[in-house]
């Protein structure tokens, strides 16, 4: 069993920075894929950027690469996810998430574990 607790929501101007992170328990991570997805309201969830644990091999989504950076810390069992020049679309609930494995971490309905996810505000 896996649990994750997302932190660093909040409001931020438009050009600002976040730092999102996710401390995890319960397991051993690193045959863990972990990542990061929003859903904005009345959206479908969407991936945004994924780590695999044991490598650190990151993988983004367009939309945000060049700007996001996601990261872990082993010896505190926590992941990072740094956003830079925000805009009014990256606008979500932020959730972690979790799985076994490094295959198809993009599609929100295979990971295996779900925080209950932290909101980021971007004012315009």
């Known amino acids: 069993q896996v649990q994750l607790v997302e932190s660093g929501g909040g409001l931020v101007q438009g050009g600002g920075s976040l730092r999102l992170s996710c401390a995890a328990s319960?397991?051993?991570?690193?045959?863990?894929?972990m990542g990061w997805f929003r859903q904005a309201p009345g959206k479908e969830r969407e991936f945004v950027a994924a780590?695999?644990?044991?490598?650190?091999?990151?993988f983004y989504a367009d939309s945000v690469k060049g700007r996001f950076t996601i990261s872990r810390d082993n010896t505190k069992n926590t992941m990072y996810l740094q956003m830079n020049s925000l805009k009014p679309e990256d606008a979500a609930d932020y959730y972690c998430?979790?799985?076994?494995?490094?295959?198809?971490?993009?599609?929100?309905?295979?990971?295996?574990?779900w925080g209950k996810g932290t909101l980021v505000t971007v004012s315009s």
């Open positions: 780590i695999v644990w044991s490598t650190g091999i990151t």
């Open positions: 319960g397991s051993i991570f690193s045959r863990y894929t």
């Open positions: 998430a979790a799985k076994l494995g490094a295959v198809s971490f993009r599609d929100y309905n295979t990971m295996d574990y």
